[in-house]
């Protein structure tokens, strides 16, 4: 997919930030440090933005959180909205007519189909596709055929062979297309990749990565009907689900969606392949439908509810390992993403914004890297040291004598590691950047603007969906490199 183009002064991403990341951000980017829209600065001298008009499909929780993440977006008019679900309708359209009221002029047109809506709506250019997974690829294909531009949630696709077929259809066509891993253009993270991890210096060589998304039962309580919303059976039937149970609580079966693996977990696998520009060659998984197995009156989930997977990397450094856990019996310790080096750990959160912290290893000196106008770390606010007296030293105060019994320290433990921050702060939605992402792509017409393509996309879904054939062999997959090419 692509998507990204230019956008009016001042670069989109300075909305998103604090003040004080923006100042830091916004200067130095000879020296490599920049954001996800940088270009469209050079873009914005030659173009100026324009209006997109834009159709959403699939206006539940998801098109509904897109809804609200575009508000920030300058250059989005929303002209038409689509889904079976009257209730999806109703709700989204209040927010269109509320929060997003100064994108919309007149009144948004509403549909039950999207053959008829793009019949119908010749003006819309950009379709934002946020529907259960098994239609993402036969609408896709059918908006770029039409000649439309397309931002589809992720995952690609429920099946390897769907997201081959969005592939396929992006080359075909030229329409921008854009999925939605939206970590790609939060400024958070691109400066963890670009200024952190990938010059090596700071972290070292990284050894290991481990992520996780734990949620708790009350995460998977199945939905019901609405009343005075009900959808007649034939409504159902031709767009293609059994009953109205399927269709509420479609994450639950293999026909229309890829488990808590892909509905969680492909955000945080696909960052293992873009932190590290490379992809596994090999996944060792374990999972099972260990709780919602549909007795006591649980929900019975058709694919694993927990799911542990140990990717194998191949880095010109050396081999890599990345755990990665999804669970859906515990909320403990929420979501996050941790990349470990001889020299240090960095742990981001996408959720939870206040995890931006940084380790360094003994022995390291990081304070060079926290100076200057656009630092990539700072000290972390209760480490801050503002007078010379305050910075830690070298050697120890001599201890008092002890008159009671002697403690010992165990020489295996570790020296206490010494704590940073990363120097960015998003105070938008996560996906506000990227759809940013998309839309200046789109006024622009460069698809080699977009942060996060079908291609690169792709890898990340065969990357996620193979972890079931390894669990299904009760071992290891090794991938091949047919694998991720479509």
């Known amino acids: 997919m692509n998507s990204q183009p230019p956008s009016p002064s001042p670069a989109p991403l300075s909305r998103f930030m604090d003040r004080r990341g923006f100042l830091r951000t916004s200067a130095l980017t000879s020296s490599g440090i920049y954001l996800a829209t940088s270009k469209s600065a050079i873009a914005q001298a030659t173009e100026k933005g324009r209006t997109i008009k834009c159709a959403l499909v699939g206006c539940g ?3 509904n959180a897109l809804r609200v993440a575009s508000k920030d977006v300058p250059g989005i008019q929303w002209v038409a909205m689509c889904d079976i679900w009257k209730f999806s309708i109703a709700k989204t359209r209040g927010g269109f007519l509320g929060e997003n009221k100064h994108q919309v002029e007149g009144e ?6 999207i053959n008829e809506m793009l019949d119908k709506e010749p003006s819309i250019e950009a379709v934002f596709i946020a529907t259960p997974d098994f239609m993402h ?17 992720k995952m690609m696709s429920n099946t390897i062979e769907g997201a081959r077929d969005m592939v396929r259809a992006g080359k075909a066509n030229p329409g921008i297309f854009q999925i939605g891993h939206q970590r790609h253009s939060n400024p958070r993270y691109i400066n963890l990749r670009d200024n952190v991890i990938k010059p090596g210096k700071m972290l070292g060589r990284i050894t290991h990565a481990y992520a996780q998304w734990n949620r708790g039962v009350s995460g998977s309580a199945p939905q019901g009907a609405v009343k ?3 959808i007649p059976q034939d409504v159902l039937t031709k767009n293609g689900y059994g009953s109205l149970e399927e269709f509420r609580n479609w994450r639950f079966f293999k026909k229309y969606g890829g488990g808590p ?3 969680l977990g492909a955000h945080q696998i696909d960052m293992f392949n873009w932190m590290y520009e490379s992809t596994p060659v090999s996944v060792i998984a374990s999972g099972g439908v260990d709780y919602f197995d549909g007795t006591e009156g649980r929900p019975k989930f058709e694919l694993p509810d927990n799911m542990m997977c140990i990717y194998e990397f191949k880095t010109p450094a050396g081999a890599l390992r990345a755990y990665y856990q999804v669970l859906t019996t515990t909320g403990s310790q929420g979501a996050y993403e941790k990349h470990m080096g001889i020299g240090g750990t960095a742990i981001i959160s996408e959720l939870d914004t206040n995890g931006n912290q940084l380790y360094a290893e003994p022995g390291q000196d990081w304070e060079s890297y926290a100076l200057g106008e656009n630092p990539p770390i700072m000290k972390a606010a209760d480490k801050a040291k503002n007078k010379f007296w305050e910075h830690p030293r070298d050697w120890e105060k001599p201890k008092p004598p002890s008159y009671g019994a002697v403690s010992v320290a165990d020489v295996r433990e570790s020296k206490a590691l010494s704590q940073w921050e990363l120097a960015r702060k998003l105070k938008v939605k996560p996906h506000t950047p990227h759809i940013a992402n ?12 977009l942060t996060c393509n079908v291609e690169a996309a792709f890898r990340s879904c065969v990357t996620v969906l193979k972890a079931y054939e390894a669990t299904a062999a009760g071992g290891k997959y090794i991938f091949k490199p047919e694998d991720f090419q479509a």
């Open 261 to 263: 693996l892909s509905d």
């Open 228 to 230: 005075g919303y009900e």
């Open 108 to 113: 948004i047109k509403i549909y039950e189909d």
């Open 61 to 63: 929780a998801q098109g």
């Open 438 to 449: 998309f839309i200046e792509a789109v006024q622009a017409k460069d698809p080699a603007h």
């Open 137 to 153: 690829a036969p609408y896709s294909r059918l908006c770029l055929e039409k000649g439309k531009h397309v931002y589809c949630e």
